[in-house]
Every structure is written in C-alpha cells, then in structure tokens.
C-alpha cells in the first residue's frame, strides 16, 4: 500500500505440499509475465501426513513466514487440493437445457462419486460436445470433499489469508504446462507432478484434461528405502537420494534400492497408461513432462524413455517468464523449478478472464 515497487497482479500461487510451501507472485509486463515473489519453505516431516494437515499451527506459521520474510503485498491466495479427497471424472450427459444438465449431473455423479455426496463440493465444466454420442455433451466432474477444503481454508485464515482461488494440483499442473509450453492442440501430453507423498498424473490434449489420477507414490518412498536398507537418518538418506556424499556410504549403495523405487514409479505409470488407453479412443500418447521434486530422482527419467518409449522431459514453468538476474539466482531457480510448477500455474489464475 505504501510501497508501489513491487506491483503484482495481486494474487499469490501457494502450493501447500506435504514437504514445504512454495508461492510464486507474477506480475504482467507489457505482453510478458514477470516473475515478482518465489518462495519455498520446508516442512517437518509429520506436519502433512498422507495429504492430511496434521499440524495446522506448523502450516500457518509458515504461510506467514513466506508472506512476511518476501514482504509479499497482497493477502488474496490460489491454492489447490489434491490426493484422495479429489475425483475429476469425465461423463457424457444428455440435455436439452440448463435445468436438465444440473439433474443429470447430480444422477451421474451419485453412480460415479464414492464418497456421500453431503460431504463433497461439486462442480462441472461442460468441454463440449462429446465426441461419437450424437447429441451428449462432454462433462468433466469434479468433486472434493469439504473436510478436504475446509483445511487448506482455515491455514490460510489462521495466517490473516484469503483463499481467492481453490483448485486441484493436476489443473494448476497443466495450466502452468500449457503457459509454458503451448503445446500444438492434436498432441496428447501425459504430465507428472511427482512430489514427496503424491503423483499427480494427468493426460491432456487441446487444452482439455482427458484423465487425471493421483497416486500415493513418491519421494518419501525413496528416502524410506534408503533409510531402512542403508541404516541411516531421514535427513541424511534425503541429502543422499539429492546426490550428496556421506561419509559412511560407499558412492554406488544407493542405485539399486532407487532404480527399486523407480520401478513402482513406473508400473504406477504403466497402469494409468494401460487404463487411459482402454477406456478413451486415443492410443497415443505423445510426450511425458516431469514436475515435482521427484523428477530429479537419478536415473528415473531414463528408466521411463526406455520403458514407455515415449520422450520424457522435466518441465520447466519458468521457461515464457522473465527472472530478473538481479533479483533471482539462475542456478537456485533452475534447481527447484519443477518442484514450483503447481505454484507457477495457480500464480497464473490471477490473470484468467474474470
Ligand atoms: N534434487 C532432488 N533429487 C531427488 N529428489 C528430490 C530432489 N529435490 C527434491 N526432491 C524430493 O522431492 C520431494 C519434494 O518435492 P515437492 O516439493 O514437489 O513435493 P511436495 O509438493 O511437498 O509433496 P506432495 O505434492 O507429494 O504433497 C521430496 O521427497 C524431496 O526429497
Ligand atoms: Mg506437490
């Protein structure tokens, strides 16, 4: 308010992950997107466990921190939820108007949605006509359940925040992939945001989600398989699995027991691609993007080019965004770039249509 320097476009992507806080802040530069804020703040292990905010005091003291220690401006927030409080499923629907789309999409998701639905948000999007069912439409049904909701809201009211905008990771995932990327629309492009407890996988073309799932699998799995089978701390087999010597471990011990890691990455991977295959009309699939912590594994990214035959790259969010050199180190920024990506596209929703 006082300050006019750091012009934003008033809202903050905050991605709250199970292992740390990242928030991106963009602001728009004549026809390009500047980057204004990047943070990241670990947290303890037992402070979000199986997506679950265990402790919520942990969560909003960090929430202030970021906002506090970057002087960030703005209080107004994107965030997102993920994991098995979220199902995205894609219905055709057959209506003639409004009224009748609303009543059917409530029959639908009574037979598609698992949960009770006194307990979940609902929400469509209609994407279209959908495709060989004369005059269906093509709906994509999202559900979250409210406990699952209600947690991220009140972190972000506990730390004087304002949760603006509420969306799922595989969303944020592919908006900031679409930004970043603008991908031709008949490609078909399988992204993974592969974290510390989670794999957010979703399949898209032309800008529409055909698939998405969220797999409990990722980095912690990792760090377990060291910890136990090389006898060494959570910190210590976190800095090994990052590529640092310890004194005590010879330099090849980690390799079989992250390529065995890798492996359930891979078959988790195989199977939404088997799924995807049988149940939609594409048989393609043309590239693979990594986001996420977890897609700097060693070895993983070749593991997949090798198996799936299919190339694989890790996504950069930043790639269409001016870093100013003065402000942000290339080489940090070039390191924890993917690990941002779901930040980077829920910063981007402050510049959607209204
Ligand atoms: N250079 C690296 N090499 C291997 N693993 C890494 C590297 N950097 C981070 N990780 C791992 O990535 C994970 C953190 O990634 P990320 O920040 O994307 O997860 P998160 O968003 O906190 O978790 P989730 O989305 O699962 O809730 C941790 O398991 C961490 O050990
Ligand atoms: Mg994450």
Do not use: C, W
């Not at 390009?32 to 990047?38: A, F, G, I, S």
């Not at 691609?273 to 912590?293: P, V």
């Amino acid at each position: 308010m006082f300050s006019r320097k750091k012009k934003s476009s008033g809202l903050v992507g905050l991605d709250i992950g199970s292992s740390s806080i990242k928030a991106v802040e963009l602001k728009q530069k004549n026809d390009r997107y500047e980057l204004v804020n990047l943070a990241i703040d670990n947290l303890s292990q037992d402070t979000i466990v199986d997506g679950a905010i265990m402790d919520a005091f942990s969560v909003s003291a960090s929430i202030e921190k970021i906002f506090n220690e970057n002087k960030i401006q703005t209080s107004k927030v994107a965030t997102s939820v993920s994991g098995h409080s979220v199902i995205v499923k894609r219905i055709a629907v057959s209506a003639a108007n409004e009224q009748e789309l609303e009543l059917a999409v409530h029959q639908e998701a009574l037979q598609n949605i698992r949960f009770d639905l006194a307990d979940v948000n609902l929400s469509y999007y209609v994407l279209g006509p959908a495709p060989g069912t004369g005059n269906a439409l093509d709906v994509l049904l999202l559900a979250v359940k409210r406990e699952k909701i209600q947690g991220h809201t009140s972190v972000l009211e506990q730390a004087n925040k304002t949760p603006a905008v509420m969306d799922i990771d595989a969303f944020a995932l592919q908006n900031a992939f679409e930004f970043s990327y603008e991908p031709p629309p008949d490609q078909t492009v399988a992204l993974l945001n592969i974290g510390a407890s989670l794999m957010n996988i979703n399949i898209t073309r032309g800008g529409m989600p055909l698939f998405t799932r969220d797999v409990s699998v990722g980095g912690n799995q990792y760090t377990d398989i060291l910890q136990k089978e090389l006898d060494i701390s959570f910190e210590d087999a976190e800095k090994l699995k990052m590529g640092q010597e310890l004194p005590d471990v010879p330099p090849d011990a980690k390799a079989p027991h992250l390529h065995f890691v890798s492996e359930l990455l891979l078959l988790e991977i195989q199977k939404t691609f088997d799924f995807f295959r049988q149940t939609t009309s594409t048989d393609t699939i043309h590239a693979i993007y990594l986001a996420g912590g977890t897609a700097r594994i060693q070895g993983l990214v070749d593991l997949l080019k090798a198996e799936l035959r299919i190339p694989v790259e890790i996504l950069d969010p930043f790639r269409k965004v001016h870093v100013n050199p003065a402000k942000f180190d290339s080489g940090f920024i070039a390191e924890i770039a993917p690990r941002m990506t779901v930040a980077m596209g829920l910063a981007l929703r402050s510049f959607d249509a209204a």
